[in-house]
């Protein structure tokens, strides 16, 4: 395959004619692109590409492949191409890409998860460190000639607190494993983590998010955003929290009611660390005008959790792991948009000789009788003389339809039994 490289201006450039085209519009490493070239692949880099832009970019370039890492996107991006097939997210979460029009399309969607949890966990002490000894507000003052040792020397310190971990992914796992060397006493909250398990992690266990706000001195989110999280830490859940306690989130911006939180806060001394928001800004925009980022008790960042070098690396190599895996054997790893059981009613195994046409007879005869394929595998056996394919049906067929498929002399055996 022949291998080029391409730039963009900021609004895409010329089509070009490869059969398998990359179009990466965010950030990237320069050894991420590469070795997407390296692997034959046309790379097509812009990470200034937003909106409109790339939009049209991806209707110049017509990409098998898009990867993207904080930009949206939609459905209108996605009927710019024909070809488009693979949308990766270099990141763990995929909350910016529309995955119902994605599937609703034929595109999968994947994602790199558990590659950014330590800079993201590290973030998130960082966060807890500055919200309890007020590291920024200290370097503002001392810029401004303003030494204020008696109001500064208050803080409570993290030996012996009780922080309660709201999420039990990767990096929720890094944060436990942070907290722990800090003397910290770790409670946490998953709708996946029972009893039994927070015993073999040497944690405590939280009933109800409730219960996790009243037990904690210092929470801290790290939960994927979906219908069930959004605004799931609520006016309930803040005013629950202890007084003085500290608010760390570094996960996802909706998963925070922060109108809550705001008169939470205010009513009960709470000192919060975010590095995500409600509607915040893309990666090209350089204002911001939200009420709680700049509140007095917000110690912020700007969504930057995952921005090391050495998340971004390993990021860029699980895109490249992805993207060769979908060119070389035509499978998406990490794919997040999978049915997690077909919608399937039977299974038929049909054994045949590898010759063409064989299972174009197989399922021209499905097709005639109205029966759905939902999924299927053609193993082949060794020497390349015979296969069996495994095909998942959406309804049953009948006995009929069966012998209308023995009817192929290259067919060996048919075998239906149905799905429980």
């Known amino acids: 395959m022949q291998t080029q490289t391409i730039k963009t201006n900021a609004c895409g450039s010329s089509s070009?004619?490869?059969?398998?085209?990359?179009?990466?519009?965010?950030?990237?490493?320069?050894?991420?692109?590469?070795?997407?070239?390296?692997?034959?692949?046309?790379v097509e880099y812009d990470p200034s590409l937003q909106a409109?832009?790339?939009?049209?970019?991806?209707e110049k370039t017509n990409p098998s492949v898009l990867v993207v890492r904080s930009t949206k996107v939609t459905e209108e991006m996605m009927d710019a191409s024909e070809r488009l097939t693979l949308i990766i997210r270099a990141g763990a979460g995929y909350d910016t890409i529309d995955v119902g029009a994605a599937s609703a399309r034929g595109i999968s969607v994947a994602n790199c998860p558990g590659k950014n949890a330590i800079a993201v966990a590290e973030l998130a002490l960082g966060l807890m460190l500055n919200c309890d000894r007020r590291i920024s507000s200290q370097v503002a003052d001392l810029q401004n000639g303003v030494w204020n040792k008696k109001e500064y020397s208050k803080a409570n310190g993290l030996f012996g607190r009780t922080i309660g971990i709201v999420g039990m992914g990767g990096i929720g796992r890094e944060v436990i494993t942070r907290a722990n060397s800090f003397g910290m006493k770790v409670i946490a909250w998953s709708r996946s983590l029972t009893a039994e398990r927070a015993d073999e992690l040497g944690i405590g266990w939280c009933e109800n998010l409730q219960n996790l706000a009243k037990m904690s001195d210092i929470v801290s989110v790290h939960l994927a955003s979906n219908t069930n999280t959004s605004k799931i830490l609520n006016a309930d859940f803040f005013n629950a929290m202890k007084d003085g306690a500290i608010f760390i989130n570094t996960s996802r911006g909706n998963v925070v009611d922060e109108d809550a939180l705001y008169e939470a806060a205010e009513a009960k001394s709470l000192r919060v660390g975010l590095d995500v928001y409600e509607n915040e800004p893309g990666a090209g925009d350089s204002s911001f005008g939200s009420k709680i980022a700049s509140a007095p008790f917000v110690f912020g960042t700007h969504h930057v959790g995952a921005s090391t070098e050495q998340a971004q690396e390993a990021i860029a190599s699980e895109v490249v792991k992805i993207v060769s895996v979908f060119v070389t054997e035509g499978r998406v790893f990490n794919c997040v948009n999978l049915?997690?059981?077909?919608?399937a009613h039977a299974l038929l195994c049909v054994r045949h000789k590898n010759l063409p046409g064989v299972l174009a007879h197989v399922f021209d005869v499905l097709s005639i009788a109205n029966v759905n394929v939902e999924e299927m595998e053609n193993?082949?056996?060794?020497?390349?003389?015979?296969?069996?394919?495994?095909?998942?049906?959406?309804?049953?067929?009948?006995?009929?339809?069966?012998?209308?498929?023995?009817?192929?002399?290259n067919i060996l055996s048919v075998t239906l039994s149905t799905k429980k």
């Open 339 to 343: 049915v997690a059981v077909p919608n």
């Open 52 to 58: 409109d832009c790339l939009r049209e970019a991806i």
């Open 16 to 42: 070009v004619d490869a059969s398998t085209v990359v179009l990466v519009a965010d950030a990237f490493t320069q050894e991420g692109t590469v070795y997407l070239t390296n692997l034959g692949c046309v």
């Open 379 to 409: 193993v082949m056996y060794s020497g390349n003389h015979a296969a069996c394919s495994r095909i998942q049906l959406g309804s049953m067929p009948s006995f009929k339809v069966i012998q209308m498929i023995k009817d192929n002399e």
